[in-house]
């Protein structure tokens, strides 16, 4: 049923975190804490801050510990939150499937379930409303693991490592910029009408076909994005490892608690 006084949002929570080792064999991603929390609570509050007021989590591996945790926090008793059995090895288009008649908004908030972020959401998710769009993706800053070499007008200025882009080029089409996808998008519940139950890659197969004939449009968002998607990214929000990510996830912290 929708509700034109309810935001939907979707958190994917369901995948077995295998990039994470031994961790994930005890506890599934989106419950790995970060300065002590889990990611699943920074997502949650952050929701709840942006004026989401119904979150829909398909869960599948160790998705009872999900589950237990939500139920187990005082602050979320009030908060109108399904957490679906969606299978263990389901893929996202079935899970997305599974619940997509859950949804209540005529829009809705679709992310990943490993992503700490702070920017606003509440801000892009009204002119996605107000523009009649169908599809909004929303883009990030990311870190490039490797060196690089600057260069302006031929000259080679500098060399860095690890430098934050949000955008690249291709030797393919120099006219062409590829920009950084934070793994969120704003939709309208009608495009779930498309048949997507058997894709396998869900944002592959049906993205394509709704930039085809669909009205979509890009937010390349300012704020806070950090993907957990290794170790390397637990490692990287710690103080010994990079002091500034840290002061910035205890800024978010003290916001949303």
């Given at each position: 049923?929708?509700?034109?006084?309810q935001?939907?949002?979707?958190?994917?929570?369901?995948?077995?975190?295998?990039?994470?080792?031994?961790?994930?064999?005890k506890?599934?991603?989106?419950?790995?804490?970060?300065?002590?929390?889990?990611?699943i609570?920074?997502?949650?509050?952050?929701?709840?801050k942006?004026?989401?007021?119904?979150?829909?989590?398909?869960?599948?591996?160790?998705?009872?510990?999900?589950?237990?945790?939500v139920?187990?926090?005082?602050?979320?008793?009030?908060?109108?939150?399904?957490?679906?059995?969606?299978?263990?090895?389901?893929?996202?288009?079935?899970?997305?499937?599974?619940?997509?008649?859950r949804?209540r908004?005529?829009?809705f908030?679709?992310?990943?379930?490993?992503?700490?972020?702070?920017?606003?959401?509440?801000?892009?998710y009204?002119?996605?409303?107000?523009?009649?769009?169908?599809?909004?993706?929303?883009?990030?800053?990311?870190?490039?693991?490797?060196?690089?070499?600057?260069?302006?007008?031929?000259?080679?200025?500098?060399?860095?490592?690890?430098?934050?882009?949000?955008?690249?080029?291709?030797?393919?089409?120099?006219?062409?910029?590829?920009?950084?996808?934070?793994?969120?998008?704003i939709?309208?519940?009608?495009?779930?009408?498309?048949?997507?139950?058997?894709?396998?890659?869900?944002?592959?197969?049906?993205?394509?076909?709704?930039?085809?004939?669909?009205?979509?449009?890009?937010?390349?968002?300012?704020?806070?994005?950090?993907?957990?998607?290794?170790?390397?990214?637990?490692?990287?929000?710690?103080?010994?490892?990079n002091?500034?990510?840290?002061?910035?996830?205890?800024?978010?912290?003290?916001?949303?608690?």
């Amino acid at each position: 049923m929708k509700n034109l006084n309810q935001k939907t949002a979707v958190i994917l929570c369901g995948g077995r975190g295998t990039r994470l080792g031994s961790l994930s064999k005890k506890i599934p991603k989106s419950i790995v804490k970060i300065n002590n929390y889990p990611i699943i609570w920074f997502i949650i509050k952050n929701l709840i801050k942006n004026s989401f007021n119904h979150l829909i989590l398909p869960v599948g591996y160790k998705g009872d510990v999900i589950k237990r945790f939500v139920q187990q926090q005082p602050d979320l008793k009030n908060i109108d939150i399904e957490i679906v059995d969606t299978g263990k090895d389901a893929n996202i288009a079935k899970r997305i499937f599974l619940i997509k008649n859950r949804i209540r908004s005529k829009n809705f908030l679709l992310m990943n379930g490993d992503v700490i972020f702070d920017f606003n959401l509440k801000k892009i998710y009204s002119d996605h409303e107000k523009n009649s769009n169908s599809l909004t993706f929303l883009g990030c800053e990311n870190q490039l693991p490797y060196g690089t070499i600057g260069i302006i007008n031929k000259k080679i200025i500098n060399f860095e490592r690890n430098i934050t882009f949000n955008s690249v080029r291709t030797k393919k089409n120099l006219k062409f910029t590829a920009y950084v996808y934070s793994g969120m998008s704003i939709l309208d519940k009608k495009l779930l009408n498309i048949n997507f139950k058997n894709f396998k890659n869900f944002e592959k197969q049906l993205f394509p076909k709704i930039i085809k004939k669909f009205k979509c449009d890009f937010r390349d968002f300012k704020g806070f994005w950090h993907s957990i998607d290794n170790m390397k990214d637990i490692d990287d929000t710690q103080k010994k490892n990079n002091l500034k990510k840290f002061n910035e996830i205890r800024k978010i912290i003290k916001k949303i608690k």
